[in-house]
């Protein structure tokens, strides 16, 4: 499972509850699916609509590397994602490159 996170979000914050401080990809998830592998993708969502020559398509290039060099040889488990917001775009050109 790979939560990517949105707009103006970070790997950590969009996951956790504001007043519990919960961070449920960590608390609550691995209780519910005990074998899976849980993952959290970051990175600055800032930069996405700014002059930088980094974007989605190398945030996506980015999460696909690192996907690569976790799942190794371990290809054929299926691969979840949770994506929100500009996280979704990411996830999408992540899934037509594998």
Sequence with gaps: ??????LNGTARK????????SFW???????ALPNARI????????????????GVENFSRDLLNRLRLVRGSH??????FIAH????IVVKKVRFSL
Excluded: N, Q
């Design 14 to 21: 969009t996951w956790t509850d504001e007043d519990s401080g």
């Design 39 to 54: 993952m959290t993708f970051g990175y600055d969502s800032g930069l996405a609509f700014s002059r930088s020559k980094a």
């Design 25 to 31: 990809l960590e608390d609550f998830l691995p209780g």
């Design 75 to 80: 290809e054929d488990r299926p691969l979840i």
């Design 85 to 88: 917001s500009l996280g979704g």
């Design 1 to 6: 499972i790979v939560a990517v996170h949105g």
